[in-house]
């Protein structure tokens, strides 16, 4: 059953700090609230009960682990039926270099964010993999070649208090 959820100026605050910095410990989140350690671990124990948090994540730094290619890559299928959309979608859950999915409007039915080692390892990748799901009727790659933001920090709304949880 949902229910409304108020998110007042301290958890706003809250979820604004730790989606900058995660490893904050409790004592010093408290500090920069303004409460207490307990209050505070109260209200971020609530906004993770509630799936306000829905994880933490280390952000990994992808030219020091080997990934130098960054791509989307605009899909359209052969078919707009359900069976079609549910085999790209199965197809692409075992691709592990297809890092996000998301089905869109307009001339492409997906969108793929795709990180490979190098533009051999890329070519390999959409000739082996992609280009194999049957359903795949075009592609159209985009490689990334500069990143002026990359925030993972959502905009938290402060005039729409209220969230359906």
Do not use: W
């Amino acid at each position: 059953m949902a229910h409304n959820l108020k998110l007042d100026k301290i958890d706003r605050k809250i979820l604004e700090i730790l989606q900058s910095n995660a490893k904050i410990t409790n004592a010093q989140l408290s500090k920069e609230i303004g409460l207490s350690p307990a209050p505070t671990l109260e209200r971020v124990k609530k906004l993770e009960t509630l799936n306000v948090i829905d994880s933490y994540h280390a952000k990994l730094n992808t030219a020091k682990i080997g990934l130098g290619i960054s791509t989307f890559v605009m899909i359209k299928l052969t078919g707009h039926d359900k069976g079609s959309i549910q085999t790209f979608i199965e197809a692409v859950n075992q691709i592990n270099e297809i890092i996000e999915c998301h089905h869109v409007t307009g001339t492409s039915d997906f969108i793929l964010r795709v990180i490979a080692k190098d533009i051999a390892s890329y070519q390999q990748l959409m000739l082996n993999k992609v280009n194999e799901i049957t359903v795949v009727d075009s592609l159209q790659s985009l490689v990334i070649l500069s990143t002026f933001k990359d925030s993972k920090s959502l905009p938290i709304p402060e005039e729409s208090d209220v969230v359906k949880v």
